[in-house]
């Protein structure tokens, strides 16, 4: 029976449990895959402080390099994250030619095209399954089970926290502000959460994401990104009584000839099924021309579920590891154009702060038709004869150009009395 060594660079949450299903599932993982997977180093600079599971003596090293130097480790594990130095880890792994397998989706967002270049020049492997979504095998899918397909859109609810925060604003009513509070105190967010809630953590999955899918380069840059904090309960509320719910996603789809990247609060149908994927779980619902519409639910981070993602990696690369490059790089690369932003066509929830006057709303609606802006649903509960109250207006579908053109010149109006709100909406009208 063959017998692949790995070593591990990192023991910290997802490091821990890598390092545990490799050495607790062993035997179910020699049976399924017909191979011995051994775990040979695993260096961290923290070696003295207690994982929980016992670690076979003379496996721990602070020295990285006795894992990318050692000749008998065919797969390196890197699990530190960020950027330096775990890029040039990466790159002297596969220059010594060995495998790599990683969940580091920041770094290969903005750094792969590096990484898998060196892959190819020494005709390696770079496994990323935990790159997204944690234990979801979303790469797998694309990569596997739709390569017959035309991805047509992507639909993403890929980072957890936001998801969270979100789901419990709906659910009780809490402020921002409070909510993420909450969420840092249960360890969903990070003391510095500005990834995670500014949509930066889920562009750098959907980069991931858009190259497998659509063949193009790695595109983080080009990625419109906007977060969640200018969500309040009072804009959910609106969405409900509209029939929807407020998720941040990533979104990527063809539009003609160019393909649209973008990450923001969006109001989607709450009849849809990835409406319903609350707290800090992920769902990835893709549209294909031959399997049609299809979902992928699951938990998208933590030690096991993600662990079981760098496991699946390993073993992929064990049985085959003279698969060919299917990289995310390469003169093969489609040269399609990323949709600018203010050229997007989508429905739009407004939320105006107008005077409670007569004519008022047929002086905004005037403005949104003179912008090609059309009406599909008014709300307007409040009355205070005189004073501003909210107006909340859904439209058809509009170009975002038009959209911000007409609020630049509705909040010039002396009826307005706030800066207006906006939220992209997705669904059939």
Do not use: C, W
Request: charged share 25%; aromatic share 6%.
């Amino acid at each position: 029976m063959t017998t692949i060594n790995v070593g591990i660079i990192g023991l910290g949450t997802v490091g821990s449990g890598t390092a545990k299903i490799l050495l607790n599932n062993a035997d179910l993982i020699q049976k399924r895959s017909g191979i011995n997977i051994r775990l040979k180093k695993i260096s961290d600079l923290d070696i003295e402080r207690d994982r929980g599971f016992n670690i076979p003596a003379g496996v721990l090293t602070r020295d990285a390099y006795e894992i990318i130097n050692d000749p008998e480790i065919s797969v390196v594990v890197e699990l530190i994250g960020g950027i330096n130095p775990a890029k040039k880890f990466m790159i002297d792994a596969l220059k010594n030619g060995k495998h790599v397998v990683t969940a580091n989706k920041a770094l290969l967002a903005t750094h792969g095209t590096d990484i898998f270049q060196a892959a190819m020049d020494s005709k390696r492997i770079v496994g990323f399954e935990a790159a997204v979504a944690g234990g979801i095998p979303i790469i797998k899918v694309l990569k596997e089970g739709l390569a017959a397909n035309h991805i047509q859109s992507i639909y993403g609810i890929i980072n957890g926290t936001s998801n969270y925060i979100l789901t419990k604003m709906t659910k009780e009513g809490a402020e921002f502000a409070k909510t993420l509070a909450e969420a840092q105190r249960l360890g969903y967010a990070e003391a510095d959460p500005t990834f995670d809630i500014e949509g930066i953590d889920t562009a750098h999955k959907l980069t991931l994401l858009a190259s497998l899918s659509y063949g193009i380069p790695l595109s983080f840059d080009s990625i419109y990104k906007e977060g969640i904090t200018a969500i309040t309960p009072e804009d959910i509320v609106y969405a409900a009584e509209l029939g929807y719910k407020i998720k941040l996603l990533a979104i990527a789809k063809t539009a003609g000839a160019e393909i649209e990247l973008r990450v923001h609060p969006t109001m989607i149908p709450d009849s849809f099924m990835i409406s319903k994927v609350d707290d800090v779980l992920n769902a990835v619902y893709i549209t294909g021309d031959a399997v049609g519409e299809t979902m992928y639910y699951g938990r998208g981070a933590g030690d096991m579920p993600t662990g079981s993602a760098v496991v699946s990696d390993i073993i992929d690369i064990a049985k085959n590891p003279n698969a060919p490059l299917t990289q995310v790089i390469g003169a093969e690369r489609e040269k399609f154009n990323i949709k600018d932003i203010k050229d997007i066509e989508t429905m739009y929830y407004f939320r105006f702060t107008a005077l409670d006057k007569p004519g008022v709303l047929s002086k905004i609606s005037g403005v949104l038709g003179a912008h090609n802006i059309s009406i599909s649903a008014v709300i307007q509960k409040e009355r205070r004869a005189g004073e501003a109250v909210p107006l909340v207006v859904l439209t058809h579908k509009a170009i975002e150009s038009n959209v911000t053109g007409a609020i630049g010149e509705i909040d010039k109006m002396p009826i307005v009395a706030a800066k207006t709100k906006f939220i992209r909406v997705e669904g059939k009208e």
